[in-house]
């Protein structure tokens, strides 16, 4: 079968669309027929080796770690999901023909793979740093760079819960992420002003999206370091602020909540893009250099 590989770090033109063995799936795992994966960041920092400090990688090694497909072998342990159901999840070397999948939910039928493949990272990162920053029901929350796939998963599940949310992003973006019911603002010089003109009695929380050198400037918006947290930026925690990590967010359960959420319109994803297996390297170079709005994917089938 065809899947993307990179035998050492480096550029995007280390990957490279291989042949190799069908994987199996071990105890616990399925084996999915890859009909779509996400992009992320994560994925090209990963490539690149920003992660090499704190995460091992065994070349060659697969890329992407989330996606949707449909079931085609089962590991041992398994017994709520049969061959030829459509599901979604985490996995491993998602961008592949065949790949397996450690955590997942049924993929609703008026989901279409794209989406559902686009779902698993940025609900897992909105629901943790949501969790971790320290924001109630009735309060504010600022999300800066708002308009990718983390944010918009911010927003709205922020909205969900009852927080007010203010997200910035470029002027052209204004009216999406007012879409997704934040009040939206421009990033830039003056930024503590606007703000303030908004949420005339403060705000309580803020979240760093896009990693810019932006936390001083949240932490003085906020006035607590510890209510602000960043998804993306490592050096965060040298101000005093957090930096979002840890385990999954209970996937399983997770991508169960957000199946029913878009099922009932009550979350929607913008897909920006799509790709073939054969386009990885310029997917990567979008989520890296470009301004995506919402998710990329890769189209495998």
Not at 38 to 51: A, C, H, L, T
Not at 147 to 159: F, R, Y
Not at 265 to 279: P, V
């Amino acid at each position: 079968m065809k899947a993307v590989e990179f035998n050492e770090y480096g550029g995007p033109d280390v990957l490279r669309l291989v042949e190799v063995d069908m994987p199996r799936p071990g105890s616990g795992e399925i084996r999915i027929k890859v009909h779509a994966a996400g992009v992320n960041p994560s994925d090209w920092k990963r490539r690149e080796g920003q992660y090499r400090a704190f995460e091992e990688i065994d070349f060659p090694a697969g890329l992407g770690v989330e996606g949707s497909g449909v079931v085609t072998e089962v590991g041992p342990g398994v017994t709520a999901v049969a061959i030829g159901d459509a599901v979604f999840g985490f996995g491993n070397a998602m961008m592949a023909e065949q790949a397996i999948l450690t955590h997942w939910a049924r993929k609703p039928d008026v989901i279409p793979f794209e989406v559902a493949a686009g779902l698993p990272v940025i609900s897992d990162t909105a629901t943790r740093a949501l969790d971790q920053v320290g924001i109630q029901e009735n309060q504010t929350l600022l999300v800066s760079g708002a308009a990718g796939g983390v944010g918009t998963a911010i927003l709205q599940l922020a909205g969900l819960r009852g927080i007010t949310v203010i997200g910035t992003a470029s002027a052209a973006k204004q009216e999406y992420l007012a879409s997704l019911g934040a009040i939206p603002t421009t990033y830039g010089e003056g930024l503590a002003e606007r703000v303030r003109a908004l949420a005339p009695f403060g705000i309580d929380a803020a979240i760093d999206v896009a990693g810019s050198g932006i936390i001083p400037e949240l932490i003085t918006i906020v006035g607590d370091a510890s209510h602000v947290l960043s998804v993306a930026d490592f050096s965060a925690e040298e101000y005093g602020a957090k930096f979002s990590h840890g385990p999954p967010v209970d996937p399983a359960r997770l991508f169960t909540t957000m199946a029913q959420l878009c099922a009932t319109g009550a979350f929607t994803l913008h897909i920006e893009k799509t790709f073939s297996l054969d386009q990885v390297r310029q997917a990567q170079e979008t989520s890296q250099f470009g301004s995506v709005t919402g998710k990329l994917v890769v189209r495998v089938d």
